[in-house]
């Protein structure tokens, strides 16, 4: 009698098991839109990354190999590249573990079954956006764009030789009890880089390598997610970067619009300072360019105490005061999005803002972004082609967002 109700519960735990798995595949899905691929996951931490996983088993699989290979092949030492590469990205990661939101640890597991790529390699993957890269970012509505719709554009300019740009996907994420949420990102990869949520809320960041920075914090990768996930509107976003423990320096663009109002953060582990549309503070900076209705961040700060702890921008922390800056990421990003910004003020659409965009990118740039809610436009690096130079793809991202699971 005993063996029979233990072979039925046995019986009954299996068909629940195989109806829950079931209803988790039904929750993810593929389709292709104007020649970007989109992937739906939906569900708990784990299952999310267990959808992405299987879904793209073999992209993710390659992603990690390609990115890892490149960092693995910068000693020509056979042997110690490799153990050198991988100490070189564990000790970030490892540092930082401690302040990585459960939630996203719980997804990386499920992304690791669903793949059959190590723990142990995701965990160096996502460690990488901490140790290098470098942006650009703008965000102009009312007075500054044609019709006042809020645009909000951002290069992500890192190395193309790394190849992630091989491996592009838009995830469409819909996490159990947050908001839903677009990001513009890669397989095998989680954190965010480039993304939008369903409050209209876009984001957007800049390396801005500076002596105040550690690993003991929340990788900004994970900071803007949780950006994503839990902000209702650009107070919400900002207290939230206040709060968390930061890394490195990154210079922010966040932007809602439906609020019409975007906000530049300029961050480093101990400091943050916000900046709204041609604030004050901007007009005090010799070397700032502050434009009305419209914030924009390349590498450089204009806060003084954080533009005194930079090593970006030609920045020298040992040297008192407020140094100029110089470098492409100054005389190229940041005076070229103020000289396209005022060549188009008051005309500015999306046209324009790409081609400011591609004025403004490196032979680095891997991915190129304008968004115009409901709208979106997504280029990404094509071989050695950057990304700006390559045709943008369409998206609606009211539709995506709005529809029910696939």
Known sequence: MAATKIRWISTVCCVVCSVLAAAT???????????LRVVHLSGTPYELGKQHGALL???????????????????????????????????????????????????????????????EDLYRLHAVPDRT??????????????????????????????????????????????HAFVNIGWAGFIGVLTGVNDEQMSVGQVGAETKDDSFRGEPMVFLMRRVLETADDLDAATTLVRQATRTIGVNYVFADADAHRAIALETTHRYVRVFEANDPAEHRVPYARPIVDAVFRADTAVDPVIRDQQLASDGDPGHPGLERPGGSAYETRYLGQAAGLSAYFGTLDAEKARQIAQAIAPGSNIQSVVFAWPDVWI????????????????????????????
């Open 25 to 35: 595949a039904q929750a993810a899905s593929v389709e292709h839109i104007d020649g």
């Open 133 to 178: 890269y470098s942006c650009s970012s703008f965000a102009a509505w009312g007075r500054a764009t044609a019709d006042g719709r809020l645009i909000h554009v951002r290069n992500l300019d890192w190395s193309i030789k790394a190849g992630i740009q091989q491996f592009p996907v838009v995830f469409v994420v819909r996490p159990a009890g947050k």
């Open 379 to 406: 280029a990404n690096a094509q071989g050695t082609t950057p990304a700006a130079r390559t045709p943008y793809h369409h998206l609606n991202l009211a539709q995506l967002l709005t529809a029910s699971d696939p």
């Open 57 to 119: 088993r073999d992209e993710v699989r390659e992603a990690v190999t390609k990115v890892l290979g490149y960092f693995r092949g910068y000693l020509k030492i056979p042997g110690i590249r490799t153990w050198a590469a991988n100490w070189w990205l564990e000790y970030a990661w490892k540092q930082a573990r401690p302040f990585i939101p459960q939630d996203h640890l719980e997804e990386l597991r499920g992304l690791a079954d669903g793949s059959g790529v190590s723990l």
